[in-house]
């Protein structure tokens, strides 16, 4: 994990913020590894071996489309990128059959503190639909999302800014009345191309990427929120 290193002197809650969206894997859900586990078995497949350094380079924070399209490539793999990410969301269901992604140790509590001050809450991800909808079910957090924008609801995910524009739309709100909270730089791109003002809690897995667009980089949501919100 970083250290706290704010990136501009403006906090990133300001008095005209009523809408704090939450990326989804990384952010609020502990996912990075079980993901990886899952490349590793789908890539075994094809005698291939993926490293955790290549997985966090290229993989980490894209949608699986995207992955798929980088590993096949990369890897020469004897199949299309369609049948590639059509056998991750395979796996990627099986797993989530009856479970849901452990939620990031602070991440309930970072979301009471946020709901309970009166914010609306949202969940925009690269991942997808039944992902977010297990987290909200199993760990009971549907009582304080409002909206959620996943891979399914747009034409473009992240980096692209199509899923933070639908979420801005979907609560009535300007993109100065937001706040996005992220852990890769392709989010942080995606929220900052949006107009919105972004915080990054990095990952082991993101850790190396390059936030220098973020308005502030924290070690976890409750520095963040420490530092913001009062108590």
């Known amino acids: 994990m970083s250290k706290e290193r704010p990136l501009s002197v403006q906090s990133v809650i300001t008095p005209a913020t009523t809408l704090i969206l939450f990326d989804h894997d990384g952010t609020l859900v502990d996912s990075e590894a079980v993901h990886y586990t899952l ?17 966090n380079d290229m993989l980490v924070g894209m949608p699986v489309a995207q992955n798929a399209i980088d590993v096949t490539r990369h890897f020469s793999l004897p199949a299309n990128p369609t049948d590639i990410a059509a056998q991750k969301h395979q796996l990627t269901r099986e797993y989530l059959k009856d479970r849901a992604f452990p939620l990031i140790e602070d991440a309930r509590i970072a979301i009471e503190r946020c709901h309970q001050a009166g914010y609306q809450l949202g969940i925009v991800t690269g991942g997808s639909q039944l992902s977010v909808e297990q987290t909200l079910t199993h760990h009971k957090l549907r009582e304080y999302i409002s909206l959620t924008v996943s891979v399914e609801d747009v034409e473009q995910s992240k ?26 730089m392709h989010g942080m791109k995606a929220a900052v191309a949006a107009g919105i003002s972004c915080v990054v809690i990095p990952t082991a897995q993101s850790a190396s990427h390059d936030f220098s667009a973020a308005q502030a980089t924290y070690s976890s949501l409750t520095q963040w929120l420490d530092k913001e919100m009062t108590a």
């Open 39 to 55: 490349w590793q078995t789908l890539l075994g497949r094809y005698g291939i071996t993926l490293s955790e350094s290549l997985h």
């Open 159 to 184: 980096p692209h800014p199509e899923s933070y524009l639908k979420a801005l739309a979907m609560a009535s709100v300007s993109a100065a009345n937001a706040v996005a909270v992220e852990d890769t």
